[in-house]
């Protein structure tokens, strides 16, 4: 079974950044569609960014454009999560995922592989 392992999140005030980081073992990452969901207490875990093989296909939630930028680096099986203009909503447990594709309108239930999460907390 695929292992990923995420970094890169902490504190941050408001208009602030952080950038997540998700290593994957090669097998779960070479053809998968990698990406990053998030979940807010009280709330359903939510699409945040996908990337597909080759970084062909990118998708990004609504309330992200603009501010967050997904990338993945095959040599090191890597995807990445720069996150801008943090603001009190984006406070939630991000999860690194591995998805058979990637869709604007994907649903948790399609991850394959999901990370252990990585809190994320933008104080306003």
């Known amino acids: 079974q695929g292992q990923l392992v995420e970094s890169g999140g902490g504190s941050v005030q408001a208009g602030g950044s952080l950038r997540l980081s998700c290593v994957a073992s090669a097998h779960t990452f070479s053809d998968a569609c990698m990406g990053w969901f998030r979940q807010a207490p009280g709330k359903e875990r939510e699409m945040v960014a996908l990337i597909g093989p080759g970084g062909i296909g990118i998708y990004y939630g609504d309330s992200v454009k603009g501010r967050f930028t997904i990338s993945r680096e095959s040599a090191h099986n890597t995807v990445y999560l720069q996150m801008n203009s943090l603001t009190a909503d984006d406070t939630g447990m991000y999860y690194c995922?591995?998805?058979?594709?990637?869709?604007?309108?994907?649903?948790?239930?399609?991850?394959?592989?999901w990370g252990q999460g990585t809190q994320v907390t933008v104080s306003s």
């Open positions: 995922a591995a998805a058979p594709w990637c869709s604007t309108t994907i649903s948790p239930n399609v991850v394959q592989t």
